[in-house]
């Protein structure tokens, strides 16, 4: 009997040692094709300045809330994403509001994550897409393009999307948001902080992109945070990508700039880490809402490059055991 007892226990260690060893090689494994797949992510400069081009361009008249242009800009984005197997989060991809007397409307992608006990929480990946219109002539160009604010940090959303439908790694659920309404006063972006917040969704983190289309100068890392101080996004940021990929612009502090982008209002609604990654440091680019910011005065190897150093840190975000970025 005691021979029998002994063998069966035996047997018993034996399974939960292997059935351990099972989930450790598994998880070592997924580790792995993660890593791989964020190291050979690389991003093509020539489709960056073809869908930059194309926002910026004369025919979309500066993509204005409530305007035909902006609702070509919309199009294009809802192709991409359903091209890149990005799903509507909605019912569609576009959630509307009114502004000002305007219809407009966000334009919305969902990917949900691959984590059963992680999908329910959700980062949100944004940019505003919209501009102002017209701006100040300059001899017979009255078209402010808005080329750096923000058809580069719409690009970098699209980008981030398609990497993330690709591979397919991303643990919790992501939401890749592009803002109407940011040049009415962050209208788009108030409307869909609350109408998340009434739905209740389980929100870790927002990471949104603002005018990254030309690169600071004489710095150690490649953008910088607004709210630097409020939270450990940098820090941790920094770690994920294995790179200094974010510091610290005082001037950005100086002039608010955390209350002044779409982050702000998912700050106000849910008090989680919601930060804006840019390099417009006001030294860098003189073309602001001006009908000069082009798709020509865009640096395109530098926005490749802060996209490929981006998608690690944020894919590594989405599959952390705990919420490891927080307020302070």
Do not use: W
């Amino acid at each position: 009997m005691k021979n029998n007892i002994f063998k069966l226990t035996a047997l018993l260690f034996a399974a939960v040692f292997l059935a351990c060893n099972s989930t450790q090689d598994k998880t070592s494994t997924n580790s792995a094709v993660q890593d791989a797949e964020m190291a050979g992510f690389e991003v093509s400069e020539a489709k960056i300045e073809e869908n930059l081009g194309f926002l910026a361009s004369d025919e979309l008249q500066g993509r204005a809330t409530g305007t035909e242009g902006i609702e070509k800009a919309a199009t294009f984005i809802e192709e991409y994403f359903r091209e890149h197997n990005v799903e509507p989060y909605f019912e569609d991809y576009r959630d509307r509001f009114e502004v000002e007397g305007k219809e407009a409307f966000n334009v919305v992608g969902f990917l949900e994550g691959n984590d059963p006990e992680l999908k329910d929480e959700f980062i949100i990946i944004g940019a505003h897409y919209d501009h102002i219109g017209f701006g100040e002539a300059v001899g017979n160009d009255s078209i402010a393009n808005g080329a750096n604010d923000n058809a580069a940090g719409t690009v970098a959303v699209m980008e981030l999307a398609g990497k993330f439908a690709e591979t397919d790694n991303n643990g919790r659920s992501l939401l890749f948001i592009l803002f109407s309404g940011e040049e009415l006063g962050l209208t788009g972006s108030e409307h869909i902080a609350q109408k998340l917040k009434a739905e209740n969704l389980d929100l870790y983190a927002v990471v949104n992109l603002e005018m990254i289309g030309v690169p600071m100068q004489g710095k150690d890392h490649l953008a910088y945070l607004t709210g630097y101080e409020n939270s450990n996004f940098a820090e941790k940021f920094n770690e994920y990508a294995g790179e200094k990929v974010l510091g610290f612009l005082p001037q950005a502090k100086e002039y608010n700039l955390f209350q002044r982008s779409d982050n702000y209002p998912f700050f106000e609604e849910f008090n989680v880490p919601a930060q804006t990654i840019s390099t417009f440091d006001f030294t860098n680019y003189e073309y602001y809402h001006h009908v000069s910011d082009e798709a020509d005065n865009m640096n395109f190897q530098h926005m490749a490059n802060l996209i490929e150093a981006i998608f690690p840190a944020i894919s590594k975000m989405t599959t952390t055991e705990e919420k490891e970025i927080k307020l302070n």
